[in-house]
């Protein structure tokens, strides 16, 4: 399995709502990464994990609460977001060996 | 600070002419430069990494360090070449940070 999964494609919520987007991937990869990407714009980082630790935060606003449970699993809790906040939020994990990044399709956010 | 520049959005070119995706960057350490490229409703995907010197698809790029540039080449274009080209540089092997990206269109 050479993907990254992303869910779900598409969400919809209000700004006092909690939801979370899903990240799965099974290349055994132990880098892992959420990027945001506003349309025509490039992927902005805004978190990595390392052998399941978070390494890297981007000073992202609080929140946005990432998790890792586990080595295949990625998520980021999403709570009291603005509308601001909407945008394509993608996935990624880095083979380590080639420094290569493997994106998934992403989770498109629009906040209300 | 590291920094990654595209100069330009948008560039079009005819059908089995040349072409050159431009990239700049500032870096203070040894720098790790990849080219990603996104096709129309694919996800985003590595097209080239500096480190390999490999040509895929026809493209090359190589790393000039004097001009501080790796530039993406390929001597003739074809349509199905038409794509969003981003240039991304690695700092401390895991942060990826990429340029603005060039719309690359190829006309019949």
């Known amino acids: 399995d050479t993907e990254v999964t992303q869910t779900p494609k598409h969400l919809v919520m209000g700004m006092t709502n909690k939801k979370s987007l899903k990240c799965e991937q099974h290349?055994?990869?132990?880098?892992m990464y959420w990027y945001k990407q506003k349309a025509k714009k490039p992927p902005e980082l805004m978190f990595v994990?390392?052998?399941?630790?978070?390494?890297i935060n981007e000073s992202v606003p609080s929140r946005f609460s990432p998790e890792c449970p586990n080595s295949s699993l990625l998520n980021l809790h999403l709570h009291a977001l603005q509308p601001e906040d909407s945008a394509l939020y993608l996935c990624?994990?880095?083979?380590?060996?080639?420094?290569?990044?493997?994106f998934g399709e992403g989770s498109r956010l629009t906040v209300l | 600070a590291q920094r990654v520049t595209q100069p330009e959005k948008l560039l079009s070119v005819f059908k089995g002419a040349p072409v050159e995706l431009k990239c700049n960057y500032s870096y203070s350490g040894s720098p790790e430069l990849f080219w990603y490229v996104q096709y129309s409703r694919q996800r985003l995907q590595l097209l080239l990494r500096?480190?390999s010197r490999e040509s895929i698809k026809g493209f090359t790029a190589d790393l000039n360090k004097g001009e501080t540039s790796f530039h993406l080449k390929k001597p003739f274009a074809q349509e199905e070449d038409s794509a969003m080209y981003y240039c991304?540089?690695?700092?401390?092997?895991?942060?990826?940070?990429f340029g603005e990206g060039t719309q690359l269109t190829v006309n019949p």
């Open positions: 500096h480190i």
């Open positions: 994990y390392s052998y399941e630790k978070l390494s």
């Open positions: 990624a994990t880095r083979d380590t060996n080639t420094g290569e990044l493997f």
């Open positions: 991304a540089l690695m700092e401390g092997g895991s942060r990826l940070t």
């Open positions: 290349m055994g990869h132990r880098a």
